[in-house]
């Protein structure tokens, strides 16, 4: 069983429109990381949501950690071709670091 | 930010012989490396937590007896795929992790695709 779930798996949408994406858990974390990846890459760090209902943003990503620490939420403003990418959510357990199940995105022009 | 590399960046192979896949970090020294294999179209899944100078600790369902690794220095670690059949065929992703201060921040190398044929 995977411990975060991501939602949707995939989104497909054109220029210009907004999107949120979701990692959700029964699981309580005390911080959780978003990472996007684009083809034939690795995996690059975005951003880190530490407290509980924690609002961090990056340009036009608002990322946003739940109340009660067990899931978080990024949004895109106006999305661009050059959001296109896979993003990760993921948590560091045991000196590991775990990762959700992905969110592929495709954004066309 | 910090960088890690990999090498080769892809390769393709016989079925049955093996293929190393190395991994260093340029600027840092990690005494911690971590190798994950990803299929298309889904999440990175972590192999193995390799320790310099130590054995590396595989997760569950990864034979380690097929994943060689090696962490012989605090800037290169080795993944040997032993005896690799199409199934094998995936793209591996190494990361360090260095520790500057309190904070612990992991880096990810650009992945190795490997096919085997």
């Known amino acids: 069983t995977q411990l975060l779930e991501q939602s949707p798996q995939f989104l497909s949408i054109q220029e210009g429109e907004n999107l949120t994406v979701y990692c959700n858990s029964s699981?309580?974390?005390?911080?959780l990381q978003w990472y996007r990846q684009e083809p034939g890459e690795g995996p690059v760090l975005l951003v880190t949501v530490v407290t509980g209902g924690e609002v961090k943003k990056l340009k036009r990503l608002t990322f946003q950690f739940g109340d009660a620490r067990k899931d978080s939420s990024l949004h895109i403003t106006a999305a661009q071709p050059g959001d296109t990418g896979l993003y990760l959510c993921?948590?560091?357990?045991?000196?590991?670091?775990?990762f959700g199940t992905g969110t592929r995105l495709l954004v066309s022009p | 930010g910090a960088v890690v590399s990999q090498h080769p960046s892809w390769v393709i192979c016989k079925s049955g012989t093996s293929v190393k896949i190395e991994c260093r970090s340029l600027d840092f020294q990690a005494t911690t490396m971590f190798w994950y294999r990803q299929f298309p179209k889904q999440s990175l899944m972590l192999m193995a937590t390799s320790n310099e100078g130590s054995k590396a600790t595989y997760e569950q369902g990864v034979e380690k007896d097929k994943f060689l690794i090696n962490h012989a220095s605090l800037t290169l670690s080795t993944l040997t795929v032993t005896s690799a059949h199409p199934e094998d065929s995936s793209f591996y992703i190494c990361?360090?992790?260095?520790?500057?201060?309190?904070?612990?921040?992991?880096?990810f190398g650009p992945g190795t695709r490997l096919l085997v044929l």
């Open positions: 990361s360090a992790r260095t520790s500057r201060g309190f904070q612990e921040t992991q880096y």
């Open positions: 699981s309580v974390f005390s911080s």
């Open positions: 993921a948590f560091r357990g045991f000196q590991k670091l775990v």
